[in-house]
């Protein structure tokens, strides 16, 4: 579980860190973008945690194993990624991307199961509801979407 002593800092270095909020210190540092981290959020056990990022890709991050464990894309994908939450249960990835639409990804087989569209600009920001039943989404189009 996430220590409430920890921060996880996504960076235009290409890299996400977790530092010690008690004394500065970067504890933990993870590469494997080619370009600017928009987002991170922690995976639901708080043991992983997912970063999207300007080259058009989401990646998953192990905290205790300090390293990627899985990264989600496709060659078609050319827009970045603005804006990342899980599942209540973790097994779906939310991508909020720069082309308007919300990509889904299954966490464990690394596929795309699913495209949300229905914005008119980039998505900016997306959150899973506390139970779990829908997603937010906002965009530059200055609309937010509930999809149930």
């Known amino acids: ?19 010690d909020l008690r004394n500065g210190d970067c504890v933990q540092q993870f590469e494997g973008h ?12 708080g043991e992983a945690f997912a970063t999207g990022s300007d080259d058009g890709s989401c990646r998953l991050f192990d905290v205790r194993a300090e390293r990627e464990i899985a990264a989600y894309g496709k060659d078609g994908l050319l827009f970045g990624v603005n804006a990342v939450d899980f599942s209540i249960s973790g097994r779906l990835l939310f991508g909020g991307y720069n082309d308007y639409s919300v990509n ?27 139970d779990g039943t829908a997603l937010c989404t906002a965009s530059w189009d200055q ?6």
């Open 1 to 19: 579980m996430v220590q409430t002593h920890f921060a996880s800092i996504q960076s235009s270095d290409q890299t996400a860190r977790i530092w």
């Open 34 to 45: 080619a370009a600017d981290i928009n987002s991170v959020r922690y995976y639901p056990s």
């Open 104 to 130: 889904i990804w299954d966490t464990l087989k690394c596929d795309r199961v699913g495209i949300l569209y229905g914005h008119e600009n980039r998505v900016s920001h997306l959150r899973v509801s506390p």
């Open 143 to 148: 609309t937010i979407r509930i999809w149930a």
